[in-house]
């Protein structure tokens, strides 16, 4: 299995994994699936100013993972989101510690301060993976969300990748 960084052969695969989370659970409040001509270019626009990694063996899709915008306003420039997803068979075996390994890496390469993350609840496999990789509690946004007939709360954690002396310059993915 090799991680790298997301090719455009991998993005049905990369849809694959995450339609089940659309269409059958709360982890995503994304409630219809994406053509692959818009999920495309979702990914391949995100992974020029952030790193989308895949995990791949034997040109399968098993995992991926990703960082993008926490908020547009200029202030929050130094902060970011990450998520991961998992296909099944890939599950409880390390590898979204793996691919978040490498993603938090390249993000404090690039000179990002906070990664954020937010995980629906309940969602015990998500808050316990964030938990091991050192992400702290911010709080909980109450009955945020509305999917599968009922109010969704969503728990909010965030990592320090770098220490904030002042603002740096963010460097885009596609320019390291």
Known sequence: MI????????????????TPFILDSITTFETEVPSLEEFE????ETNKKFPWLVAVE??????????????????????????????????RKG????????????????GFIQVLAGA?????????LHKAMGFTEVGTYK???YKKGRWIDTY????????PEGPVEIIPYSKL
């Open 95 to 110: 590898l979204g510690k793996k691919l978040y390994l490498e993603l938090f890496k390249i993000l404090k390469s690039q």
């Open 156 to 163: 909010w954690m965030q990592l320090e990748l770098n220490a």
């Open 120 to 128: 629906a609840l309940p969602n015990e496999a998500s808050v316990g």
């Open 143 to 145: 009955k945020i969300g």
């Open 3 to 18: 991680i790298r960084n997301v090719e455009k052969k991998d993005i049905q695969g990369i849809l694959d994994i995450y």
């Open 58 to 91: 034997n040109d399968v899709v098993l995992g991926y993972a990703y960082g993008s915008e926490h908020r547009s306003r200029c202030s929050y420039q130094w902060s970011c989101e990450s998520s991961v997803y998992l296909a099944p068979e890939a599950r």
């Open 41 to 44: 270019k979702r990914v391949l």
